[in-house]
């Protein structure tokens, strides 16, 4: 069996026999009830595309730290880090193969979110320049497992995984401008918002849900890339840097 | 061929604002291929420290360790692909996931492919009878069925070595006793085991050979018949039912050494030589101490024995 | 010295001096302190000083920013309606953690033994997750101090005064509920979570923390009539304006105080129904 698909049966398995994984499964529609009805409330159908991709976003990252975040966390405390450590396969791929998993099990959230909107306020979700839409989306999904990558590391090397998964979520949303974009936040959050990938993310798929002519396409799919390229350089230089630690000063324990 | 060789191993654990811990102070143990090795000693002697450091995932601070002449530290990648490593308890497993998942998983991660993957986990769980319940949660399991499944894992990609870490701690006897059948019969298809273990019983039932370590270096290393021999060069008398005034009379005997009472009428008397012990067996005799028998020390007196012998 | 041959005294229960429903009442508080203090310590083990401040304390208030923003986006006023909303939630989010800290018991081993002793598993349940009710009150005091200037409104002394009062009703009546979904969560505790993560979003919806009541049509309006938090977050909306209390705001409070009392007996029959199971069939409870 390729090592891929061995690590994303576990990987599935894993997310679907736990019901606390399934917790951003569960709340993804519900508020995208929320934020559809405080649009309608307000009568501001251009905020549509905000509140349609606010709730994804949010549970795409959601899913990220809670789950993909705490992949060596949680074989660490199960006794099964070193053993895997033992096998010939390379530690960080078999990590990157169980986070992409986790990604793409999360686009379900994509799937319901449609449904709460059409089958809750009848409106159907439109999307006006849909190429430019899959390719920032897939840049997107791409960061994402950049950043779980870093997290899943870091949590590790810190033993702080309850306390980053607590403090990290909203903070991040709301620097990732995932429904007001960044430069509608007070200025002192903006250069920070900026370092988030999300907050080009968002921009560029609200801009390509919109009719109007995408600007600046090249420039901040650049940033997309670039940034989630940090994350993934960043996850990898630190997860190494854990296992050998794990080697070299037996910290993280068979018992 | 040699299966395990350490020399001169040494690990120093150093702690941020505690004085360093030395697990292993310069061990030197070698294990031919096909045998089964037990380590013996007591907490924090050093075998969990040593073990991790043949399964590659602990480096050691000075001194060296090969597995079938591979360096633990340079060729660790060849290490990996021909040992396997065995924990005792209730981690290891995926608890969510079904034992065959389990294994599937694991025999991906030892670069087995899809069908071998398939054949060796219905083989392993079938060896292990573990078939029929082969695709219920590992959760629901026994500790007894874990640690046979622990054992599966281990064996998945059909390891020359296979290092063992206390695997029927927590089992009841009868649970016990039947996994030692099974890595008993590890060996004897030439498999090189090295089983860590507090259980003398065990030691003396299943290994070729023992070697017992405390603060982090070798005591001894002998057959577990053998070791016996460390502390006398003959029996021990043990007797039913003998009183105070013939006991005295027999620690008087020249040769005698420790006498130990049981408290119910059950005494061991440790002799030097069979001439001692035909004096001790006399005396008791002749005081009407019918029940009485010469036996080896058990792996268990020699083993604290030899901790006490080192303590001095 | 206790006189066994005083009629007051019952040997059966040496622990208890005295009978009678006075004495039943003292021992039921009694445990309830208890109870409370034992969840007071695996409080401090949930967090230290520093990892509540800039852990928890934190993202709390970043979760009401991030409302007050999207607020000010929709239109004039709307972010102080978000903020208040959402602030108010937050005692919601806290009461309803109950839903799972009352699976600890389970997971520790000790509900049998809480059923097998004389004093009502119940009380001991629900004494046990009261730490949430007063973190609750803290956030929220301080996301109403430091987010309201954010929101461009400044509350008076008196109003934050009384605010504070409904905010504990407020917690208190929510907390009804978490316990009453806590001890379902006794039967399938794996559940806890995805529940009590899940019934917060519900709140957010139904009882006019994002938007009034009434915005999802009548159906939802008269179900958010039935759930703690409505009535209450009405009360604070209506003293915040007026700088104080009012009689309507006093009918608000009245009419949470029922809801969540209601919450609260269901709470209490759900486990007596769910010990005696228990004792019957050797499962429900008692299943590690």
Redesign the interface.
């Known amino acids: 069996m390729s090592l891929f698909v061995a690590a994303a049966r576990l990987q599935i398995g894993q997310i679907f026999s736990?019901?606390?994984y399934?917790?951003e499964l569960?709340?993804a529609p519900?508020?995208a009830?929320?934020f559809l009805?405080?649009?309608?409330?307000?009568d501001?159908p251009d905020?549509l595309a905000?509140a349609l991709l606010a709730p994804i976003l949010m549970a795409l990252f959601g899913m990220a730290l809670s789950i993909s975040g705490e992949i060596v966390d949680a074989d660490r405390w199960m006794g099964l880090l070193e053993p895997t450590i033992a096998t010939p396969v390379p530690f960080p791929r078999l990590v990157l193969h169980r986070i992409v998993t986790t990604t793409l099990v999360s686009l379900i959230i994509a799937v319901e979110v449609c449904l709460v909107s059409i089958a809750g306020f009848g409106i159907v979700p439109v999307v006006h320049h849909p190429w430019m839409f899959a390719v920032v989306a897939v840049l997107t999904l791409a960061a994402m497992v950049g950043w779980s990558l870093l997290m899943s590391a870091l949590f590790v090397a810190t033993r702080t995984a309850r306390?980053?998964q607590?403090?990290?979520?909203?903070?991040f949303?709301?620097l990732g401008g995932v429904?007001?974009p960044v430069d509608?936040?007070p200025g002192w959050m903006q250069p920070v918002g900026r370092l988030v990938f999300l907050s080009w993310s968002s921009d560029l798929l609200r801009d390509a849900m919109a009719a109007p002519p995408v600007t600046s396409v090249a420039a901040r799919t650049g940033m997309v890339v670039l940034l989630g390229a940090a994350g993934l350089g960043l996850g990898l230089l630190l997860l190494r840097r854990v296992l050998r630690r794990v080697r070299a000063t037996g910290t993280l324990g068979l018992r | 061929m040699t299966a395990v060789e350490a020399i001169a191993l040494t690990r120093i654990y150093h702690q941020k604002g505690r004085p360093d811990v030395t697990a292993l102070a310069g061990l030197d143990l070698t294990v031919a291929e096909g045998e089964v090795h037990g380590l013996l000693g007591p907490n924090g002697a050093g075998k969990s420290t040593f073990m991790r450091i043949l399964a590659t995932v602990l480096l050691p601070t000075s001194g060296s360790a090969r597995v079938l002449g591979h360096d633990v530290v340079a060729d660790h990648t060849q290490v990996r692909r021909q040992l396997a490593v065995v924990f005792g308890g209730d981690r290891g497993l995926y608890p969510r996931l079904s034992a065959r998942h389990n294994l599937r998983y694991w025999a991906a991660l030892y670069r087995l492919d899809g069908r071998t993957a398939a054949r060796r986990a219905d083989e392993l769980l079938t060896e292990m009878g573990l078939a029929d319940r082969a695709d219920d949660r590992v959760e629901t399991y026994s500790t007894g069925m874990r640690q046979r499944l622990h054992l599966a894992r281990g064996l998945i990609a059909d390891p020359r070595v296979l290092l063992l870490d206390e695997p029927t701690n927590g089992l009841d006897p009868v649970a016990a006793h039947q996994l030692r059948g099974i890595i008993r019969g590890l060996a004897d298809s030439g498999r090189t085991v090295l089983l860590a273990t507090h259980d003398m019983a065990e030691a003396e039932a299943v290994c070729d050979r023992v070697t017992m370590i405390n603060h982090g270096r070798v005591i001894a290393t002998e057959a577990p018949r053998q070791l016996a021999r460390w502390i006398t060069t003959c029996e021990r008398v043990d007797a039913d039912g003998a009183g105070e005034e013939v006991l005295a009379r027999i620690k008087e005997l020249p040769g005698v050494g420790e006498v130990t009472s049981d408290g119910d009428g059950s005494v061991s008397i440790a002799v030097d030589s069979r001439e001692t012990a035909g004096l001790v067996l006399q005396r008791l005799l002749d005081s009407g101490v019918t029940s009485v028998r010469t036996a080896m020390p058990s792996l268990e007196e020699v083993y604290l024995h030899l901790l006490r012998e080192e303590a001095r | 010295m206790i006189d066994v041959a005083d009629p007051r005294v019952d040997t059966a229960t040496p622990s208890l001096v005295g009978s009678g429903p006075l004495a039943a009442v003292k021992a039921g508080a009694r445990a309830m302190w208890w109870a409370s203090r034992t969840g007071l310590a695996d409080f401090s083990i949930i967090f230290t000083v520093w990892?509540w401040l800039?852990?928890?304390g934190?993202?709390i208030l970043?979760?009401v920013?991030?409302y007050l923003?999207?607020g000010?986006?929709?239109?004039p006023g709307?972010g102080e309606y978000l903020m208040i909303g959402n602030t108010v939630c937050l005692m919601a989010v806290h009461s309803l953690l109950a839903s799972a800290s009352l699976t600890w018991e389970r997971q520790n081993g000790t509900l049998p033994l809480l059923v097998a002793s004389p004093t009502p598993p119940a009380l001991v349940l629900i004494g046990r997750s009261l730490f949430w009710i007063p973190d609750g009150l803290v956030c929220a005091m301080a996301a109403f101090v430091i987010l309201g200037p954010v929101a461009g409104v400044h509350f008076t002394a008196a109003a934050l005064g009384w605010t504070a009062l409904l905010l504990v009703l407020t917690g208190v009546s929510c907390y009804g509920l978490g316990c009453f979904l806590g001890s379902l969560m006794l039967v399938v505790p794996?559940?806890r979570?995805?529940v009590g993560?899940?019934m917060v979003?519900?709140l957010?919806?139904l009882c006019g923390v994002?938007?009034?009541p009434a915005?999802?049509g009548p159906v939802a309006h008269a179900v958010s009539a039935y759930l703690p938090l409505t009535h209450g977050l009405t009360a604070i909306r209506m003293t915040l304006d007026a700088g104080g209390a009012s009689a309507a705001v006093g009918r608000q409070a009245l009419l949470e105080i029922a809801v969540g009392s209601v919450w609260l007996v269901l709470a209490v029959v759900a486990l007596q129904v769910l010990a005696r199971r228990s004792r019957r069939d050797g499962r429900a409870l008692f299943q590690q």
């Open positions: 736990d019901r606390d399934t917790i569960v709340r519900l508020l009830v929320v009805a405080l649009v309608r409330q307000a501001r905020l905000n306390t980053f607590n403090t990290l979520s909203y903070p949303m709301l429904f007001v509608q936040l | 990892t800039f852990g928890w934190l993202r970043a979760q920013l991030f923003v999207i000010s986006l929709l239109g709307q794996d559940l979570n995805v993560n899940g979003t519900v957010m919806i994002n938007f009034p915005t999802l």
